[in-house]
């Protein structure tokens, strides 16, 4: 009796997982894609935008660059996607990650085909980079957007350590190998070379922003809004950082206007939801490498 019921349970389980499967296939908002038929691509971008260890086992969702770049790229090659759509939904991320998957739009953008940003409800810092490289971004009332802007954290345990009996030794090599360590203050020096790094990448972002927006924000306007602070859809069409108000189904018209296709062109989405990764399997295969998470990072959140 237990067996079946556990058989029953898995048949069940499967059956479900394959039911999701093809409704995320179909979930674009048009029908499937039509041979030789000009179609509109969409990509998803939701969560915390990472690199090539993804999140953390309870870190939710992540857009990772890797699967993203890769995505981009074949719509690159196929001749029947026109124009691509991209769905962001994320706070941000990995300084290098959102970096990354923006030059491969630009590289897509390149070869003619157009991309349009659908923002959903938030589309900031690293969201918002990857936003500036389409040639159109249109948000919702009250997305949230904008928070342009680098920061680094780092945590100092050495008060605790020191509780617990623990000592660090290290031998380096140079005075600043081990710059941003958890057991000890930092220098005054080591403090300056890492804001001259954010600030660094602080003048990157800006000259996405401005490349992005040309003629649509001054850098002046730009600067007095690039504090970190995050503004809603609607400001950020009246500053310029947006250029209209809508949702997904606004977006797909707007980029069968921008690349002439009829109002019966099929839509695909590209990078439809991976099931077993969104239960955490993929997570669980990837908790090797949380386990060597860099000393320092930038972020864009």
Known sequence: MGKKLVVGLLVVFLVIMTVLSIQGINSAGGGGRL???STIGVIEINGTISGDNGGGVMGGYTANSMDLMDTIRRA??????KVVVLRIDSPGGSA???QEIALELDRLREKGKKVITSMGDTCASGGYWIACSSDYIMANGATLTGSIGVIMQLSNLEGLF???????EVIKSGKHKDMGSATRDMTTEER????????DSYDQFLD???RGRQGKITQEDLLA???G??????QAVELGLVDGIGNYYDALDVAREMAGLSEDSPVELLNETNIWGSLGLRALTLLPNQMKQPLLQLRYE
């Open 35 to 37: 041979s030789g038929s």
């Open 76 to 81: 690159g090659e196929r001749e029947d996607i």
């Open 96 to 98: 290098v990650a959102s």
């Open 162 to 168: 020191e509780k617990l009996g623990i000592r660090d």
């Open 192 to 199: 300056q070379l890492l804001e001259d790094i954010v600030g």
């Open 208 to 210: 996405q922003v401005l």
């Open 225 to 227: 809004i690039a504090d």
């Open 229 to 234: 602070r995050v503004i809603s859809g609607r």
